[in-house]
């Protein structure tokens, strides 16, 4: 049954990051607040769901307790929505995905966990796929900018945007994994209550978003414009909520197969946004997941 919630989760999660990405254009300054109200909404109406018809004994206090992971959670999912709006989706997913390495890190250093010689060789194909993206992307930028008669600054800091912004999500979802770990194993919470804390967090940003975008911005909404949106919220919460059986199922297989799913996501990009990489892309982009791999294998 493990893998049935698992190969959902993978389809969820990369039809996400491809409607994510459909919903984000670069002209559109609010499409990732946009984003959050989705998320927010469907989110909301799923802790609802969990809690009168779902059954699942709640305690308010359980969204105080649970907010600084929430709001970890929710910080990097605000930078990953805003860069789609910049870099493609086939380099954007890998990248985010990457914060798994960023957890390891910190429950070494900090924990004092321990870590077997292939958690390293994972942490480090991590890193150097990360890095060798953002320079790649770096070096691309500028060698257009001198074919085009452009300044290389301008160029530059518009490639270092496109970059940043998922390397901001990988930074700080780490975080928010590191302590949600904290967490959960401190026996404060159970996971469903925390995944209910989480979405009904989520519920007053989506409300916070839309004060700022529709009220105070007077920005219109239309349901052509937003389906897109309101699909990758959809993917979203309906991924989370099997990622949570697949791994209570079967962890030590499950991890490792949901962790693939970002190769489905450059996988879509490639068949409907028609994204085209180079061979040094996909060869960064296959050592990143080899990495991905190695430690939700471990």
Excluded at 8 to 28: M, N, T, V, Y
Aim: charged letters at 15%; a negative charge.
């Amino acid at each position: 049954m493990w893998l049935l919630f698992s190969l959902f989760s993978i389809l969820a999660w990369s039809g996400s990051d491809l409607f994510s990405k459909l919903g984000s254009r670069p002209d559109d300054s609010y499409s990732h607040w946009e984003m959050v109200m989705a998320v927010g909404l469907v989110m909301g109406a799923h802790a609802i769901f969990e809690m009168t018809i779902g059954g699942v004994d709640f305690d308010w206090n359980s969204v105080m307790i649970y907010l600084p992971v929430s709001a970890l959670y929710i910080l990097s999912m605000i930078f990953g929505y805003a860069g789609l709006r910049y870099i493609e989706l086939s380099i954007s997913s890998p990248i985010c995905n990457s914060s798994g390495a960023i957890t390891s890190l910190l429950c070494f250093f900090v924990l004092g966990q321990s870590m077997t010689g292939l958690q390293f060789v994972g942490v480090t194909l991590v890193c150097l796929g990360v890095i060798g993206l953002a320079a790649l992307e770096r070096s691309q930028a500028v060698k257009e900018t001198v074919d085009s008669g452009e300044e290389v600054p301008s160029k530059y800091s518009k490639s270092f945007l496109a970059v940043l912004f998922p390397i901001l999500y990988c930074i700080i979802d780490g975080l928010g994994t590191f302590a949600d770990t904290v967490v959960l194993d401190s026996g404060m919470l159970a996971e469903r209550q925390a995944n209910i804390a989480y979405e009904l967090t989520f519920l007053c940003m989506g409300i916070a978003a839309f004060i700022y975008v529709v009220l105070i911005k007077k920005q219109p909404l239309t349901v052509e414009r937003e389906r897109p949106k309101l699909l990758a919220a959809l993917c979203e919460t309906a991924g989370q909520f099997t990622y949570v059986f697949a791994i209570g199922a079967n962890a030590i297989l499950a991890a490792p197969t949901i962790a693939s799913y970002s190769i489905f996501s450059v996988l879509w990009s490639r068949i409907f946004l028609k994204e085209k990489l180079t061979p040094k892309h996909y060869a960064i982009i296959g050592m990143a997941m080899v990495g991905i791999f190695i430690l939700g294998m471990e």
